[in-house]
């Protein structure tokens, strides 16, 4: 477990990642629509709530339900209309992130690309890699080097 914070810590510098050509959007692709969560999937009114951790709990909510971390986006397909990518805040001194959202880039050194790990390296910027992120429970994962 030590291993993943400590990558998705060290994978935080992306520079200003923009979404892949062509993919934002999702094109009427059935898996661009809904967050995964778990062993579900989202609807388009609700956010994945996740209480991180060594085994994290997951569960689709309304947003303002919602008392943890929100992910309202897996992907830059969940973000056309905002911009196209979507971002994990990441907090280096606590380990954990504080929030995800979509953006129109992950321009700082504290702000991770999400992406889904069905979709293989499609949701990640030209030489990274998308990588479980074991915070977030199965399917999620952020773009490293």
């Given at each position: 477990?030590?291993?993943?914070?400590?990558?998705?810590?060290?994978?935080?510098?992306?520079?200003?990642?923009?979404?892949?050509?062509?993919?934002?959007?999702?094109?009427?692709?059935?898996?661009?629509?809904?967050?995964?969560?778990?062993?579900?999937?989202?609807?388009?009114?609700?956010?994945?709530?996740?209480?991180?951790?060594?085994?994290?709990?997951t569960?689709?909510?309304?947003?303002?339900?919602?008392?943890?971390?929100?992910?309202?986006?897996?992907?830059?397909?969940?973000?056309a209309?905002?911009?196209?990518?979507?971002?994990?805040?990441?907090?280096?001194?606590?380990?954990?992130?504080?929030?995800?959202?979509?953006?129109?880039?992950?321009?700082?050194?504290?702000?991770?690309?999400?992406c889904?790990?069905?979709?293989?390296?499609?949701?990640?910027?030209?030489?990274?890699?998308?990588?479980?992120?074991?915070?977030?429970?199965?399917?999620?994962?952020?773009?490293?080097?």
């Amino acid at each position: 477990m030590v291993v993943g914070l400590i990558s998705a810590a060290s994978a935080c510098w992306l520079g200003d990642y923009q979404p892949p050509t062509g993919h934002a959007g999702g094109g009427g692709s059935a898996q661009g629509h809904g967050v995964r969560c778990g062993d579900d999937t989202c609807g388009s009114s609700e956010v994945c709530c996740v209480e991180q951790g060594s085994a994290p709990t997951t569960a689709c909510t309304a947003a303002d339900a919602c008392i943890s971390l929100a992910i309202p986006c897996d992907g830059p397909d969940d973000c056309a209309h905002l911009g196209g990518v979507c971002c994990g805040l990441w907090d280096e001194v606590a380990f954990k992130y504080t929030a995800v959202e979509c953006s129109d880039a992950c321009s700082s050194s504290d702000r991770v690309p999400i992406c889904r790990l069905e979709h293989d390296d499609v949701d990640c910027p030209t030489g990274r890699h998308c990588k479980e992120e074991r915070l977030f429970g199965p399917g999620f994962g952020y773009c490293a080097p």
